[in-house]
């Protein structure tokens, strides 16, 4: 059963028989030895076990670079959009989180909403059960090449980080059928300029034209990506920009609440009627990223009211529908997914050093990627969320 976590245990050891360690390995028959929060050891002979997680397959939490946890449906069952800080709002973000960590998420990046930042402050100190929490608070929108000077520009990023926010999200397009870039080059350059200059990542919302300017301008990441050419891609890896697009899940879940989502001018019967088609697109544009060496592609579903705790099956559509080998679409939502958020010696492997965010497959995703539904056990570091695998009674202590 679910139960919430209790305080985790000074040494904790897990043994595993099949370990995939984020970066591209599997370990064999070995046993990973915490203390409170941190992975110190991986010792096959390490005693007593606390969890025999044998016939399972075990792995770093999964990194979700896009999602918007505030995003909800209303009282009247229908879309609410995000953000908001009504007692419902509250508790449906929290509700977000906590699905969306039992399902094996244990680090996301939410890209929208300034209320996430108090819902990753609660998290951060224990207060409430969720994901760890980056966020970026209030996105960029594009205004046009005759406002948002360089002066106004650099003094929203300012104050974004003021904010506490730990990333800038810009958009500098419209979305995937409509509209043209919102923000010049120059602009971007600012934007991401400043961003870097105060330590922050910039995410940019990008389709068709504004994905070139957005590499060129030496932003951190590009956001979607559809419409981009294969020299744009190119430029992408040459540069080391992110790319991180969808394979399904957001649309899936948009025609999958039609009538919640169905409100014009935004969401109109023409653009329900195209999204079939632009499943296809997308999974499409991502076989053809998939061609472009050195293009790193991490892993983010852009989950929002309707998609929070079924995160995983954009890794069944990476696999199934786009060609993605299994093992290179877990490591973009492990290893991967951390460098991309700047966390690369901290989360996304199974190794001394790094955050006890384990969870357990039954099954193994190497062979059957459909085992990424079903999370039996989810550790964030060092605490245990969910254990519908019994802790090890069997096994010599």
């Given at each position: ?11 904790t ?19 990973i ?20 997680l ?17 995003w ?19 508790y ?147 540069s ?23 409100a ?40 929002v ?8 099956e ?7 529908d ?64 969910k ?11």
């Amino acid at each position: 059963m679910t139960r919430m976590p209790s305080v985790a245990h000074r040494r904790t050891i897990i043994a595993a028989s099949t370990v995939l360690d984020g970066k591209g390995h599997v370990l064999d028959d070995t046993r990973i030895v915490i203390e409170d929060s941190t992975i110190v050891a991986l010792d096959p002979n390490a005693k007593p076990v606390d969890y025999d997680l044998r016939g399972l397959t075990v792995l770093p939490g999964w990194i979700d670079a896009h999602v918007h946890l505030t995003w909800r449906f209303g009282p009247d069952g229908k879309n609410a959009g995000q953000g908001g800080t009504t007692q419902e709002a509250t508790y449906a973000a929290a509700a977000n989180a906590w699905l969306t960590l039992l399902a094996g998420f244990t680090t996301v990046q939410d890209v929208g909403s300034a209320a996430a930042i108090p819902l990753r402050d609660a998290i951060a100190r224990g207060s409430l059960p969720g994901p760890r929490i980056l966020t970026a608070r209030e996105p960029l929108m594009g205004r046009g090449e005759q406002t948002g000077t360089p002066e106004e520009i650099r003094t929203f990023v300012r104050k974004q980080k003021e904010a506490g926010a730990d990333l800038i999200k810009i958009y500098a397009s419209g979305g995937m059928t409509r509209g043209t870039m919102t923000l010049s080059e120059e602009q971007l350059k600012t934007a991401c300029g400043e961003a870097r200059k105060l330590g922050l990542r910039s995410l940019v919302h990008a389709y068709r034209d504004a994905v070139r300017a957005a590499t060129l301008a030496g932003c951190t990441q590009v956001e979607h990506g559809l419409g981009a050419s294969d020299d744009d891609l190119r430029l992408m890896a040459e540069s080391g920009t992110y790319l991180d697009p969808q394979a399904g899940l957001l649309l899936e879940t948009y025609l999958q609440y039609k009538d919640r989502y169905l409100a014009p001018p935004y969401y109109t019967e023409e653009g329900f009627a195209a999204m079939k088609d632009l499943i296809l697109a997308h999974q499409e544009f991502i076989r053809r990223a998939l061609r472009i060496r050195g293009l790193k592609l991490v892993f983010g579903t852009d989950a929002v009211a309707g998609a929070h705790g079924r995160n995983a099956e954009d890794l069944i559509h990476r696999v199934n529908d786009c060609g993605i080998d299994p093992m290179a679409a877990l490591v973009s939502a492990n290893s991967l997914g951390a460098e991309a958020i700047g966390m690369a010696d901290q989360i996304g492997a199974i190794a001394p050093g790094f955050e006890a965010d384990i969870i357990a497959l039954d099954g193994n995703p190497l062979t059957d990627i459909d085992a990424v539904r079903r999370v039996v056990f989810v550790m964030k570091s060092g605490v245990v969320y969910k254990n519908w695998h019994q802790a090890s009674t069997s096994m010599p202590r």
